[in-house]
């Protein structure tokens, strides 16, 4: 039977390529997820009210984003890093549908498109 496998410790094949792919997936959530700390004036703040759960979702969602972009950076973790990521871009899409903001989901789906994509290469390279 198959073994699931979050790490791999097989070199990727061009090892230049997917740092910089890593390192641009951790640059742009932990920006995203950064921004979601920031002051009342933040689009972040006015989203999450029209969710309607609170600013401590906001700050969930902030620190899962950090935590996602990090994991990405460390090449044992990144699948790890990569799931935690499509999980929450599919929670974005899903919440920015039922709010009826269909065009805003997007962007978050563009996102998740990509997670999943980047994702699945990796686990299956790991298999090799």
């Keep these: 039977m198959a073994d699931l496998k979050l790490s791999y410790d097989n070199e990727p094949r061009n090892p230049l390529a997917d740092w910089a792919l890593r390192a641009a997936v951790a640059v742009v959530y932990v920006l995203f997820g950064a921004d979601k700390f920031g002051s009342g004036a933040s689009q972040w703040v006015q989203l999450f009210r029209d969710i309607g759960i609170g600013d401590w979702?906001?700050?969930?969602?902030?620190?899962?984003?950090?935590?996602?972009?990090?994991?990405?950076?460390?090449?044992?973790?990144?699948?790890?890093?990569?799931?935690?990521?499509?999980?929450?871009?599919?929670?974005?899409?899903?919440?920015?549908?039922?709010?009826?903001?269909?065009?805003?989901?997007?962007?978050?789906?563009?996102?998740?498109?990509?997670?999943?994509?980047?994702?699945?290469?990796?686990?299956?390279?790991?298999?090799q």
């Design 57 to 127: 979702f906001r700050y969930f969602t902030g620190v899962v984003e950090v935590v996602g972009g990090l994991l990405v950076l460390i090449p044992r973790t990144a699948l790890i890093g990569l799931l935690l990521l499509i999980a929450t871009m599919c929670g974005a899409v899903v919440i920015l549908c039922l709010l009826g903001r269909i065009a805003d989901s997007i962007f978050p789906a563009f996102f998740l498109a990509a997670l999943v994509v980047i994702a699945w290469t990796r686990w299956t390279a790991g298999r």
